[in-house]
T-cell receptor, first 117, second 107 residues
Framework: DTGVSQDPRHKITKRGQNVTFRCDPISEHNRLYWYRQTLGQGPEFLTYFQNEAQLEKSRLLSDRFSAERPKGSFSTLEIQRTEQGDSAMYLC???????????????FGSGTRLTVV | GIQVEQSPPDLILQEGANSTLRCNFSDSVNNLQWFHQNPWGQLINLFYIPSGTKQNGRLSATTVATERYSLLYISSSQTTDSGVYFCAVESNNDMRFGAGTRLTVKP
């Protein structure tokens, strides 16, 4: 297994366009997390899945953000009608967990850097 | 939501020195992790440590859950230790990172 993969690595888009990012977790991990990181800040939690169930999505930044994890495997994060303030690094992590929390440390992907012009 | 505070915000060391980074959190947590973000932006998990003490080479960490803090110790620092160290906690579906400690190790 090659770890957590994110695609694309970089995305430049015009304001108002929709973008979609993909995350492939470590295959045996049942938990998948999305974070956003802006320059000089710590990662900001967006949402997470346990298997195919999205257990927390209230922290998605607006209704323009949505995430899916069909069949509990890869996940996608979509941003509709992008704005310049959406420019950031979008990070995906996966872990093993049961019940209310991860039981092991997170493994992060390398991220997708979004630039909205 | 839960608050996570890290100190110091910045730390400059000479190669070979030791350091202690602190993470305070405002509520009980299900888990706590320490990460190193290298200059290329990759986040590397150092410790999963909801309680107790762990050691990995020159690094060790201690979490005292009842007093709501964790410490990361770096001994005999090397230039490759430079980067940002984050503490992250998970509590009731709230996954929070602290603002980080930026460590610079000079040769």
């Amino acid at each position: 297994d090659t770890g957590v993969s994110q695609d694309p690595r970089h995305k430049i888009t015009k304001r108002g366009q929709n973008v979609t990012f993909r995350c492939d977790p470590i295959s045996e991990h049942n938990r998948l997390y999305w974070y956003r990181q802006t320059l000089g800040q710590g990662p900001e939690f967006l949402t997470y899945f346990q298997n195919e169930a999205q257990l927390e999505k209230s922290r998605l930044l607006s209704d323009r953000f949505s995430a899916e994890r069909p069949k509990g495997s890869f996940s996608t994060l979509e941003i509709q009608r992008t704005e310049q303030g959406d420019s950031a690094m979008y990070l995906c992590a996966s872990s093993l967990g049961q019940g209310g929390a991860a039981n092991y440390g997170y493994t992060f992907g390398s991220g997708t850097r979004l630039t909205v012009v | 939501g839960i608050q996570v505070e890290q100190s110091p915000p910045d730390l400059i060391l000479q190669e070979g020195a030791n350091s202690t980074l602190r993470c305070n959190f405002s509520d009980s947590v299900n888990n706590l992790q320490w990460f190193h973000q290298n200059p290329w932006g990759q986040l590397i998990n150092l410790f999963y440590i909801p309680s107790g003490t762990k050691q990995n080479g020159r690094l060790s960490a201690t979490t005292v859950a009842t007093e709501r803090y964790s410490l990361l110790y770096i001994s005999s620092s090397q230039t490759t230790d430079s980067g940002v160290y984050f503490c992250a906690v998970e509590s009731n579906n709230d996954m929070r990172f602290g603002a980080g400690t930026r460590l610079t190790v000079k040769p």
